[in-house]
């Protein structure tokens, strides 16, 4: 039999968006069912952004092994484990998934119901034997690889962020197609793990960066070990022996092969909307995912889309923001906005690169009037002690000192955007920096420090000097 259920809000996803959506209208006491046809936790807990991070964590300890003579330690060659290496992922994700599981949002008083949803109407959603009538519904469905139409691709096994974390044996040769976020920032755990790696990418490496910014991310690479094409098309693919591949690729400089022992695409992502049958609720999408406004409502005011499902900026962090903009928005009848320029990134290589707000290349195409304030982490003492003096900070700033954009390449860059982050959604300026107080020794000087050269022109003012020397008269 059909159960025809009528909560307040249905959520259609259960990965960080739609489980933040659904923990904090709970938490009001709103009914709330929880649609999801996969795992909960979605790919941020099981592909993405937990099991990356604790194999990078894996590949800095290997790394460090073998850089310890500038301390005064014997530099070794680390004997990596990699059975070992997949275990510790798996563990890291068994201890964070309780949290997303479907017992404690049960306990939170949320109904979960597994399975696939799909609209039947503009005010109703069928998933499983459920018929589900809500006041307002939120897609939260996230995204999945993009393939590429690469010729020979159907024909290899090849892997991409949802099967490469189930390797239990290092790569020999691991050929990486995409030379994005996720891309760089597995080649260069694989390789100092001891694989080979090849990255292959069509136009140019972490392209969405700050173009100053991203050399340096690629000069380190490089100097690890990474094979990197750059302006490369993969013409096409094919076996090679049991379970190698061949890659046939078309450089700047002609063409070549380059043959390896697994081959990992990381071309991007495309918005998962296929089965919802939008259509049928009226709802717009395109191949970046569901159209929106600016308050997160589609075409159908019933509606609302978040995180990847809205054509956004694909990221975790994004798609909790979007949902707390969509609680206020439903329960509260506020206002919501998104605002993207709040929303920091970080690629999380070694250095790492972060930014958040407009980048000098983006103000620069705008024809923007900029500042920019620039110090090298050489220049601070606690780099120094740590030798990790690689990098440096670009504050962007109108001409009057208000702050429109923060890029930072360099170790802790990741932890450092987070002050930035907070001036941007606060319309800070310089001064507000330059007047806070950062304890000694650390990184986050070089934020203030930055900050502080915004006023050396003022201190070279023949008006300034003049006001110094009038007030000296009085003692």
């Known amino acids: 039999m ?37 795992k909960l936790g979605g790919d941020c807990l099981n592909y993405g952004c937990v099991p990356s991070k604790a194999l990078i964590a894996a590949a800095r ?32 994700i068994a201890s964070i998934a309780p949290n997303d599981s479907a017992e404690r949002f049960t306990a939170l008083g949320v109904q979960v119901i597994k399975a696939e949803g799909r609209f039947k109407d503009r005010r109703t959603l069928i998933a499983g034997d459920a018929e589900i009538r809500a006041r307002r519904f939120v897609v939260a469905t996230g995204s999945s690889p993009l393939i590429p139409p690469i010729p020979g691709l159907d024909k290899v096994a090849y892997l991409t962020n949802e099967t490469i974390f189930d390797l239990k044996r290092l790569p020999g040769h691991l050929i990486v197609i995409g030379g994005g976020a996720v891309g760089m920032e597995l080649a260069q755990a694989y390789r100092r793990l001891g694989a080979r790696v090849t990255v292959i990418e069509a136009q140019s490496v972490l392209g969405k960066e700050d173009s100053e910014l991203a050399t340096v991310v690629l000069a380190q690479m490089r100097k690890e070990g990474v094979g ?13 022996g049991k379970t190698g591949v061949r890659a046939h690729i078309e450089t700047e400089a002609g063409t070549r092969t380059i043959d390896g022992t697994h081959l990992l695409v990381a071309a991007g992502r495309s918005a998962n909307v296929a089965g919802l049958e939008l259509d049928k609720a009226g709802i717009a999408y395109d191949g970046n995912g569901l159209k929106v406004g600016k308050a997160l409502r589609t075409t159908n005011r019933r509606v609302y889309a978040i995180g990847d499902a809205a054509g956004s900026l694909q990221f975790t962090h994004a798609a909790n923001y979007h949902a707390g903009l969509v609680v206020r928005a439903m329960l509260f009848r506020l206002p919501a906005r998104e605002n993207r320029q709040i929303i920091p990134r970080v690629t999380f290589t070694d250095p790492e690169l972060a930014q958040v707000g407009i980048s000098e290349d983006e103000a ?13 982490y050489a220049e601070n003492d606690r780099a120094q002690a740590e030798r990790r003096t690689q990098g440096h900070i670009k504050v962007v700033t109108s001409p009057r000192g208000r702050i429109l954009g923060v890029s930072i390449v360099g170790a802790n860059a990741g932890e450092m955007i987070n002050i930035w982050a907070l001036a941007l959604s606060k319309d800070l300026r310089t001064s ?5 107080v950062a304890p000694y020794p650390t990184m986050g000087e070089i934020g203030k420090r930055a900050a502080i050269t915004y006023f050396i022109p003022s201190t070279r003012g023949k008006a300034v000097r003049r006001l110094i020397r009038f007030l000296r008269l009085f003692g």
């Open 228 to 240: 990197i094409f750059e302006h490369t098309r993969v013409a096409e693919v094919e076996p090679r």
């Open 2 to 38: 059909v159960k025809i259920l009528d909560p307040d809000i249905c959520v259609i996803g259960g990965g960080s968006g739609g489980l933040s959506m659904a923990a904090a209208a709970a938490a009001f006491g709103v009914r709330v069912v929880l649609v999801e046809k996969g």
């Open 364 to 376: 620069r195409k705008l024809r923007l009037p900029i500042r920019v304030l620039r110090w090298p």
């Open 432 to 436: 507000d920096i330059a007047r806070y």
């Open 61 to 92: 300890q290997a790394h460090a092994m073998r850089e310890g003579a500038a301390f005064g330690v014997a530099a070794v060659e680390p004997q990596v484990d990699f059975q070992a290496v997949h275990r510790h992922i798996h563990e890291v």
